[in-house]
């Protein structure tokens, strides 16, 4: 009998027993390990040779990723550990550590309870540590730490056994000040501290680690570790430390089971009521309740079509089962039920609540939705995403014979990603694909030609701008082209602190109107704007002011389809709107239906809000990214000049030792090309990295060549139109 086989065996008998099982994720900093830690668990429970662990990167089985030597997508796998004579099953996602794959990382984050976080001990914590932790914790992940690379301080950096002491208790408490600022309810809990096991140091690539507990029961300290390391005699250590060992404890020690979990988790990510029947099913991981599974990814299979992965929370998974998808009427037959390991899904007959699962079937699903028996449970929460989409570039085909299956495959790969944004413009026949980064383009550029065998041509990369404005204007009328119905609106800016409240999907229409109205009268709207609001677009909002208009109420959805276009396509660039509040504030309408229909009601108030807009100051906000560099101290002046020259600005400054750390910030249209450029000014020895950091308006002296160059670029009279050529003559 295989080793796969015998494994897949064992899984199964511990699938239906939530105390027995554990769903965690790897997350860190890119490069800081997290593959090769993944591999050597696996090693451990036997699923793949040890000798090839670390080298095979059985999770980065992505062809692009081998290559690369980084992780994009985030994998599952699932294997068995035994802890004091038990067996317990560990469901595992290894995550990427690059900030353009961030998105992954959110995603995996629902499906799992508890996050094992990776750090470099040589580097310490990184931004992405940070933002990778600070969405564990959003999700209500429980988090322990691996502290890695240990060999190196010892053999690179030359440092004492008293001085790596030191320094690990300087990440412990970098952690334990990030857990606090953000979860200080948890802290006690959740802190991180040697002495009680929840931290572990070791070498991934050496195979080793200790932990305070084992080194009790072993008699093995940092001094022999540090002897051991001395003299490099890393094989002797991983035989008397293994590192999947010492790893999988901890793990199964502190990372909640999903019956702890779950009861917690449920309050964060679903808004429903827990006193109902699912609420209590799902809290109680009710194998045999009805089926409430939330899909935080999709993958494409060359045998079995699309493949829908996520958390199952409630109920059992059976072939032939037919589930809602939310968001839609339609109900999807489930055709194979499974679990992953690695780049393999093996077929099951059943999965219970509790697990992580891999199913063929859902073709109405994407990414985040939720799939149940139940025709109308409230939904899971959105996943909220730490970035959004900078960066576009255009895509077509190589071939004409091609462009109807671009077409199909652009659909697939938005649905596979929900970070990447597709669009196609139908007049222009141009697709764009705007994502979180120039890499994350390039990947997905990749992909299509290697797995979709279309071969493309991409543009040089775009920087995504928004449309806003900085002061108000109105009333503006707008007539419908029957001169029948007339519509008055003003516009003014939102407030930022509600920009970001919706975007974080703290305010949103799906919440209850006292609760929204709530936190809107906390952030200084008035009651009758509070009460109004009507829509949200992005991050835009309509606000109904009238009272009483006769035939308002059903021809609303016509005047929003009329905002919506305007939030969509800005009148001085076409491009996407930001921070916008429209109000209605008089409205005549004519009492036939017949002489407000669509093509009379959705150009006038189209034209009101367009006009509006020109009136009230508009700009064009770019966005910027946060930026860190490591770098030597004599190598700063080529660091700060860099930055500098691309209108940026230090922000912070700090110095560990002979390295300095910079802080700073700069608009992402400078950014392009920065890396090697970077790289020539410091000679190679700058470590950075990037992380999303909102928007903020364009110079006034650089906006009209930058509209003008998005209109040249997207075929428009090079003039913005003027605010009287949207209004009713």
């Avoid at 970070?419 to 413009?425: A, R």
Wanted: charged share 25%.
């Amino acid at each position: 009998m295989g080793r796969r086989k015998k494994m897949v065996e064992r899984v199964q008998t511990l699938m239906d027993k939530p105390k027995l099982i554990r769903n965690i994720g790897i997350v860190a900093h890119i490069d800081h390990g997290k593959t090769t830690l993944s591999d050597n668990l696996l090693a451990g429970a036997g699923m793949i040779s040890k000798e090839l662990a670390g080298t095979q990167l059985f999770m980065d089985y992505d062809e692009e990723e081998q290559q690369r030597g980084i992780t994009i997508n985030a994998a599952n796998v699932s294997m068995v550990h035994t802890f004091e004579e038990k067996e317990y099953l560990i469901n595992l996602i290894d995550t990427p550590g690059h900030v353009d794959f961030g998105g992954d990382v959110t995603r995996a984050m629902r499906a799992v309870d508890g996050a094992l976080v990776v750090v470099d001990a040589v580097e310490g914590t990184m931004p992405q540590t940070e933002t990778v932790l600070r969405q564990a914790l959003r999700e209500n992940v429980k988090p322990v730490l691996f502290i890695n690379k240990v060999d190196r301080l010892i053999n690179e950096l030359k440092v004492d056994s008293q001085e790596m002491q030191v320094r690990l208790g300087k990440v412990i408490d970098h952690v334990n000040k990030l857990i606090k600022g953000m979860r200080p309810e948890n802290y006690k809990e959740w802190r991180m501290d040697a002495a009680n096991g929840t931290v572990a140091f070791g070498s991934a690539l050496y195979n080793w680690a200790v932990s305070v507990p084992f080194m009790t029961r072993t008699k093995i300290g940092f001094n022999e570790v540090y002897e051991y390391c001395k003299n490099e005699d890393m094989k002797s250590l991983a035989q008397k430390c293994p590192l999947h060992e010492v790893v999988n404890d901890m793990i199964i020690r502190f990372m909640p089971n999903p019956l702890e979990a779950q009861k917690e988790r449920i309050k964060v990510i679903w808004r429903g009521d827990p006193k109902s029947e699912i609420g209590k099913s799902m809290i109680n991981v009710d194998p045999s309740g009805d089926v409430a599974l939330m899909v935080t990814k999709i993958l494409t299979d060359p045998h079995a079509g699309e493949i829908s992965a996520g958390r199952l929370f409630s109920g059992t998974l059976r072939r032939g089962a037919e589930l809602y998808i939310s968001g839609t009427s339609a109900k999807n037959r489930l055709q194979q039920v499974g679990i992953y390991m690695g780049p393999d899904r093996i077929e099951v007959e059943q999965i219970p609540a509790g697990n992580i699962v891999a199913v063929s079937g859902l073709k109405d699903a994407i990414v985040g939705t939720t799939a149940t028996t139940l025709r109308d449970m409230v939904p899971f929460e959105g996943i909220k995403h730490a970035s959004e989409p900078v960066v576009t570039v255009s895509v077509e085909a190589k071939h004409m014979k091609d462009l109807p299956k671009l077409v199909e495959v652009l659909r697939q790969v938005a649905k596979e990603d929900p970070t990447l944004k597709v669009s196609i413009n139908e007049e222009t026949g141009e697709h764009l694909m705007a994502g979180m980064g120039e890499l994350h383009l390039e990947v997905v550029g990749h992909r299509i030609e290697r797995d979709k065998n279309v071969e493309i041509i991409t543009s040089t990369p775009l920087v995504v701008y928004r449309e806003t404005i900085q002061g108000t204007a109105g009333p503006v009328e707008g007539k419908s082209p029957n001169r029948h119905n007339r519509f008055y609106v003003e516009v003014e800016p939102m407030k930022p602190e509600v920009v970001e409240l919706i975007k974080s999907g703290s305010i949103s229409m799906k919440m209850s109107e006292i609760d929204r109205r709530n936190l809107l009268l906390k952030e200084g709207m008035t009651k009758d704007e509070a009460k109004g609001v009507t829509h949200i677009f992005e991050s835009n909002m309509y606000i109904d002011m009238t009272k009483g208009v006769q035939y308002l109420r059903e021809t609303m959805e016509l005047i929003l389809e009329g905002f919506e276009e305007v939030m969509k396509e800005g009148p001085l660039s076409r491009e996407p709107c930001q921070g916008v509040k429209v109000k209605l504030v008089d409205v005549k309408l004519h009492e036939d239906a017949v002489h407000r229909g669509p093509a009379q009601v959705i150009p006038a108030s189209r034209q009101a809000i367009q006009a509006a807009t020109l009136m009230a100051n508009p700009t064009l906000l770019e966005p910027y990214q946060k930026v860190f560099i490591q770098v030597p101290q004599e190598q700063m002046g080529g660091a700060t000049r860099e930055i500098q020259g691309r209108r940026g600005m230090i922000l912070n400054m700090e110095t560990e030792g002979d390295t300095i750390i910079l802080e700073a910030k700069a608009p992402v249209a400078e950014l392009f090309g920065f890396a090697g450029d970077l790289r020539s000014a410091t000679e190679g020895r700058a470590m950075w990295s990037t992380e999303f950091a909102g928007f903020e308006p364009i110079p006034a002296n650089m906006l009209k060549d930058v509209v003008k160059g998005i209109r040249q670029r997207k075929g428009l009279k090079l003039e913005p139109p003027k605010s009287s050529d949207f209004m009713s003559r």
